[in-house]
């Protein structure tokens, strides 16, 4: 499939998917409407829209479907890069651990924001808990990419796997601790951290989390020739006048932003960082300059439409939208494991 | 010229390299060779700036290796591994685009044609459009030759180097002649090659010069003809040779003796022994 066509086509889905984003819901709001709401800051007399559609629209669901899109696209950006630095298709922030250690750091400023790490809360502010996400994020990334580098031959697939487990294990534990120490507030965002959920997003959490997404959406695009390099290995690269180093530094650094990000507005997403550039990959090969933006729209699209799906299975309650991801994912992580398993003996 | 002087390197309490000196011009071909483990690899990643330098002087063109920056370094000189594993399934002429890196690369069409004329230089234009993966590890040697190539001959620097790591390893014979073939040919553009060869009968035939590393310290260096003996193969390899001469070859012969080990002597057999016990 050429590059364009099937950006056109992703494009079509992304666009339907806005619409129906928005058009769907317990207050129905018709295309007319829509087509009335998205006009209404041009110049034109447009007919009166009703006040509550307008609230609905612009207060409620636009911040959630904006705030899908940039989930989506930053983490599947995330994926596609960390796949390319471990030079392992199955790597995906969600499975190595990354979004774990972001949501036990933005469950411990939870939890203890009061107490232990009051001071944490003070110095950061409304941004402590962005800011916690993003560190765990960042710990939790180096510590992977510490063991991948111990095993000859670099990043084997089940190392990381059994890293991943290890960290989700260990945060699993410490969050299981902090739950003792919660109060039922506190229980219940806890129930959100490790689910996912778009349901509650506001301007305000989209103030907050949109600038360091942006980051990490201009800066993986930036990084896609030396990871094309890096693919050949570090010393390759190095050879091809690239510092190693450097990128994997940068990469670490976008990953935990867009991850740290995401998690702190919207929770645990899972897999979209999997099975997004595969996808893409099958599609258009391995070549990063196309790989990163198209994964980037593809999360988009696949984003908001999961979530159109967690407010529609059961309507009127919703489901969190890391379950839909996981539905997705999980047995979609399986097959390629099972593929990479077989295609291995095939090669040997 | 690259000028390597009392070039020592150590790695977790063992010295590696041990005041290495010696000089690689434009235009000649340097064979390295040496038993494992004598410091071969680390001596071409260390000269080849992979590696930080710890002691000593390497300069490329009198330039300080340190103050060049690792792009620059990328115009200077390319390297050829001794194998390129991939687990993403890029294209053959991908991966050869991918060696105009330190240049920046062009609009797709424009990298494509130039990437089929390397691959044409090493004989695998046919293998352009199979997926790297799938090829056979000859197959990638040479593509991956086309990818160094795509990076020397794109450069515009009037000094150019190639290191090779035993990158003829994995081919057969007539491949692994190709490859010498074309890198002797790289020489008549101005191009000084530093290659690791297991092979003597390849480093004789194709160097002009050879160095031989005993234990991280260099044994002799001189021209072909004059270190390639049996007595350099007795103290770098501990192994007997004969030298031959061939009317056709101008290169010394090294082969084995029928009772080539120096070090350890077998034991014989003592039947009288078994008669005792």
């Known amino acids: 499939m050429t590059t364009r066509l099937f950006t056109a086509l ?82 995906d922030p969600g499975l190595i651990g990354v979004s774990n250690g972001a949501a036990l750091a933005a469950l411990a400023v939870i939890v203890l924001g009061n107490s232990i790490l009051a001071g944490f809360m003070a110095t950061f502010g409304f941004l402590a808990l962005p800011f916690a996400a993003f560190l765990g994020a960042l710990l939790v990334t180096w510590v992977i990419y510490s063991i991948a580098k111990l095993t000859p031959g670099g990043s084997q697939v089940t190392t990381l796997i059994l890293a991943g487990v290890a960290i989700t294990a260990f945060s699993g534990a410490v969050s299981g601790l902090l739950t003792y120490l919660a109060d039922d507030a506190e229980l219940r965002s806890f129930t959100f951290w490790s689910m996912g959920s778009l349901a509650s997003v506001t301007w305000r959490d989209l103030a907050i989390a949109a600038p360091w997404m942006s980051i990490s959406l201009i800066g993986f695009p930036l990084m896609a020739g030396a990871l094309n390099v890096m693919l050949m290995g570090e010393s390759v690269a190095d050879h091809l006048g690239i510092n190693p180093d450097r990128i994997r530094r940068r990469v670490f650094v976008l990953t935990a932003l867009a991850v740290g990000a995401g998690v702190s507005v919207a929770g645990m997403i899972g897999f979209v960082g999997l099975v997004v550039p595969h996808l893409v990959r099958l599609a258009l090969g391995p070549d990063h300059r196309a790989l990163i933006p198209l994964s980037g729209l593809v999360g988009a699209a696949l984003l908001v439409w999961a ?4 407010r529609l299975l059961v309507a009127p309650a919703e489901l969190p939208i890391g379950i839909i991801t996981a539905l997705l994912g999980g047995p979609f992580f399986l097959y390629l494991l099972m593929r990479q398993t077989t295609e291995g003996i095939q090669h040997d | 010229m690259i000028n390597v002087a009392q070039l020592s390197l150590s790695k977790g309490g063992r010295r590696l390299l041990d005041s290495i000196s010696f000089q690689l011009t434009p235009g000649e071909v340097v064979a390295v060779i040496g038993a494992n483990g004598a410091g071969k690899s680390s001596l071409l990643k260390v000269v080849s700036g992979e590696w930080g330098l710890q002691e000593g002087e390497l300069s490329y063109d009198g330039e300080p290796v340190q103050a060049i920056c690792k792009q620059d370094l990328a115009k200077r000189r390319a390297v050829m591994p001794q194998a390129s594993p991939m687990s993403f399934p890029f294209k053959a002429w991908e991966v050869v685009a991918l060696g105009r890196t330190p240049f920046g690369l062009n609009r ?56 090779l790591d035993e990158c003829t390893a994995s081919l057969d014979p007539s491949h692994q002649h190709q490859v010498f073939q074309r890198v002797r040919a790289l020489t008549s553009e101005g191009i000084g090659v530093l290659a690791i060869v297991h092979d003597i009968h390849l480093a004789a035939q194709y160097a002009d010069r050879v160095l031989i590393l005993k234990e991280g310290a260099l044994l002799e260096a001189g021209a072909v003809r004059d270190c390639l003996t049996p007595q350099a193969m007795v103290e770098a390899f501990a192994l007997h040779t004969h030298r031959l001469s061939h009317p056709e070859a101008e290169w010394p012969l090294l082969v084995a003796r029928k009772n080539p080990l120096v070090a350890p002597q077998p034991v014989p057999f003592k039947s009288a022994d078994v008669a005792a016990g």
């Open chain 2, 108 to 163: 797709p069409a424009r990298e494509r044609k130039t990437a089929l004329e390397r691959l044409e230089l090493t004989g695998t234009a046919h293998l352009a459009e199979r997926h790297y993966t799938a090829l056979s590890g000859g197959e990638k040697q040479r593509v991956q030759l086309a990818r160094v190539l795509n990076q020397l001959l794109s450069s515009q620097a009037k000094h150019r180097y190639l290191f």
């Open chain 1, 307 to 310: 979530d159109i799906l967690a």
């Open chain 1, 10 to 91: 992703i494009g079509l889905l992304l666009a339907v998917a806005l619409m129906t984003a928005l058009a769907f819901g317990p207050v129905p709001v018709s295309l007319r409407e829509l087509g009335i709401w998205s006009m209404h800051w041009s110049p034109m007399t447009l007919p009166e829209l009703p006040r509550h559609i307008a609230i609905v629209l612009g207060d409620i669901r636009l911040p959630r479907v904006m705030m899908g899109l940039m989930i989506g696209a930053s983490l599947a950006m995330a994926g596609a890069a960390i796949q390319g630095l471990f030079r392992n298709p199955l790597a």
